[in-house]
């Protein structure tokens, strides 16, 4: 099967690119393709501007909306985006790999997504949800957390309403069936031991993981 994992930490000896590794080495070694979009390493510019496109729509007004119809319907993607917008067409499954800062997703990796995920290209009219344009694709957050499991059930709130903007108004927006997350809670309170059991989890996780609903 094909995987894209989109991988957002900026330091590579992290919990983060160890789960990013293992996760590329794995399926790999399982034999499944596997592409990778490594944020930090690419120095993506999260800035959404007219730099997303080659062709110009509306030179007087900047509608970002109406200047990605244009280009789907123009092949007017600049370079970059469009290859971001490849791997995500051509994969089976998209893993985003990320540490969960602010409750939310990194600039970097929210950034991609507001220039990758392009109207008329990824979803559009009716094009949504259970009709997108990535019904039959699968989906999974694999992430950290700062605070132990306990807080985000009795303190900030629970861990899938968080999450909720991510699965609900991005993945299942435009199509993708999505999978529980993979969570490592409170990582940088964690034993050298206990962060490499999570890694085991992850590698047995992954073995079946187009078997999961």
């Not at 160890?18 to 944020?39: E, F, I, N, P, S």
């Not at 109406?66 to 067409?89: D, M, S, W, Y």
């Not at 039959?136 to 999450?163: H, V």
Request: hydrophobic share 40%; aromatic share 12%; charged share 20%.
């Amino acid at each position: 099967m094909n995987i894209l994992i989109v991988y957002a930490h900026p330091e590579p000896q992290s919990i983060n690119g160890a789960m990013y590794r293992t996760a590329v080495k794995h399926l790999t070694a399982l034999g499944h393709q596997v592409k990778t979009t490594d944020l930090y390493a690419m120095q993506f510019d999260p800035i959404s501007s007219r730099k997303n496109f080659t062709t110009n729509n509306n030179p007087d007004f900047f509608k970002p909306q109406q200047e990605e119809l244009n280009a789907t319907e123009n092949n007017g993607f600049a370079e970059e985006i469009n290859a971001e917008q490849e791997k995500v067409e051509w994969c089976d499954l998209m893993i985003f790999q990320f540490p969960l800062w602010w409750f939310a997703l990194p600039a970097i990796l929210k950034g991609w997504v507001d220039r990758v995920f392009a109207m008329g290209r990824f979803y559009n009219n009716g094009r949504i949800y259970e009709n997108g344009v990535f019904e039959g694709k699968k989906a999974l957050l694999s992430l950290t957390t700062g605070g132990p499991e306990k807080n985000y059930i009795d303190l900030y709130g629970d861990i899938e309403g968080i999450l909720k903007p991510i699965h609900r108004g991005i993945l299942e927006f435009t199509g993708f069936t999505v999978l529980q997350p993979q969570i490592i809670y409170a990582v940088e309170r964690q034993a050298p031991e206990a962060l490499s059991a999570e890694l085991e989890k992850w590698k047995l996780r992954l073995a079946n993981i187009f078997e999961e609903q």
